[in-house]
């Protein structure tokens, strides 16, 4: 697949995990890669550029065994992009699907 | 490739295109992600394998960084150099970017007086007022670009030549320094070998005067002979006591010199960096440098494809051979 049309399927994946509930990088890495078969490392590149972008906040939280984590909090303004991000995905993979479907029916 | 392995090459591959805090940032993420993974009872290798190649990896996260920065303007790092021509320079580019602003400005206003007694009716009017202007400016433009080019490149020159100086002094320093290290160590090394040596003639004397002493006991008397005996075993007792002595001296010595071997080892190595960093400035834009990384990389792709293509070619001849033997039987 396309790395930059992929790039951009994960990109809202991860809005769409993190809108559910605060979650720390290795959380998020493998709630993707338990779907799909990833490459691990290209999720915090993703996560970076978010947070600068303002969709999240971070915040260290102390854990119980070995380091702090980074959790990863969405704002208000990820919020909204998720949902124009949603709103666009369902119409291009209606297009997509109904290209595909009439040419199975021709 | 374990954690450290793998998180020093990433570091390697953002330096200079990256700012500290940044690159910092990243390295906390990653190094949790490994603690993360080592908890889950996976081993290093398995972890970095997963994760990719470090050098991917750094380029997606300067591809990143660059994309953000593309959609909103951030600030010139500062957190990279805060050398006082860098900020000099910055300080002169304001100044210059906000006469000129208050220039156009001026331009712009003085084209405002001018119009309205012209009156809104002839609307092309004003253009061809405007141009000459521009053409007029345009002569005090260059001059200001070629002004500002070269204070620029003095900047830069005084800030290398500084950086140079500077680099110079220290690595004389400490080359002097270092050689006086070096010379006072092999000295005290040399005193404590040559006194081993004396110990191990001294003791060898004392035994040859023990066989003496056999000697001068049947020629001079017992008494005389029983003494020298007993005086020669005291010698032999000390210089055992001496030369263990000097034997552990040695030991700590070496021990000590090695540390500190190291520890200079490892200030020059600090020192060198820094003179490097000094000296090869980093390139301020990361997207230029992908761009070019990217287009550096492509050769190197279709350079491999006709490997790739001359696979199926070249492995179809092994099996002709025994194909042949086939036949003939």
């Known amino acids: 697949m396309n790395t930059q049309f992929r790039k951009g399927i994960i990109e809202m994946c991860i809005l769409a995990l993190i809108e559910r509930k605060d979650m720390y990088g290795y959380e998020i890495v493998q709630s993707i890669a338990c779907y799909t078969e990833i490459n691990e490392g290209t999720v915090y590149p993703i996560l970076r550029r978010l947070t600068q972008e303002e969709y999240f906040v971070t915040y260290l939280k102390e854990s119980t065994v070995g380091p702090a984590r980074k959790y990863y909090h969405m704002t208000e303004k990820g919020r909204g992009y998720l949902g124009s991000l949603k709103d666009d995905w369902q119409d291009f993979s209606k297009m997509v699907n109904d290209i595909l479907r009439g040419e199975v029916v021709e | ?329």
């Not at chain 2, 591809?63 to 006082?84: L, M, T, V, W």
């Not at chain 2, 900020?87 to 602003?101: I, M, S, V």
């Not at chain 2, 020298?228 to 034997?247: K, N, P, Q, R």
């Open chain 2, 1 to 329: 490739m374990n954690k450290q392995e793998y998180l020093e090459k990433l570091e390697a591959c953002l330096k200079h295109k990256l700012s500290r805090e940044e690159i910092e940032d990243i390295m906390r993420d990653y190094a949790e992600y490994f603690e993360e993974g080592r908890r889950q009872s996976k081993q290093d290798v398995e972890i970095a394998a997963k994760l990719g190649d470090p050098e991917l990896v750094a380029q997606q996260l300067i591809e990143e960084s660059a994309e953000q920065g593309a959609e909103h303007y951030i600030p010139p790092r500062s957190g990279e150099k805060k050398n006082p021509w860098e900020a000099a320079k910055e300080t002169f580019k304001d100044l210059e970017n906000r006469f000129l602003e208050w220039d156009r400005g001026k331009a712009e206003k003085s084209d405002a007086e001018a119009a309205p007694p012209e009156q809104p009716e002839e609307a092309p009017q004003p253009k061809p007022e405007k141009e000459p202007k521009q053409k007029t400016k345009k002569p005090h433009n260059a001059l200001q670009k070629l002004w500002k080019r070269f204070s620029c490149s003095m900047g830069h020159l005084c800030q290398w030549w500084f950086c140079a100086l500077s680099s110079v002094v220290l690595m004389t320093a400490l080359s002097c320094l270092s050689a006086v290290w070096i010379s006072l160590s092999a000295f005290v090394l040399a005193v404590l070998l040559v006194g081993l040596a004396g110990a191990v003639a001294l003791a060898l004397g004392l035994l040859a005067m023990i066989i003496l002493s056999g000697v001068v006991g049947w020629g001079l008397g017992t008494w005389a002979g029983a003494s020298m005996l007993f005086g020669s075993l005291a010698g032999i007792g000390l210089d055992v006591l001496a030369a263990m002595l000097v034997w552990f001296l040695l030991k700590r010595w070496k021990l000590w010199t090695a540390r500190a071997y190291r520890k200079t080892k490892g200030l020059w190595k600090r020192l060198l960096h820094k003179v490097e960093s000094w000296l090869v400035t980093p390139r301020e834009p990361a997207a230029q440098e992908t761009q070019a990384e990217q287009t550096a990389s492509q050769p190197e792709q279709t350079a491999s494809q006709p490997e790739l293509m001359a696979l199926p070619q070249t492995t179809p001849v092994p099996t002709e051979p025994a194909e042949r033997e086939e036949e003939q039987r």
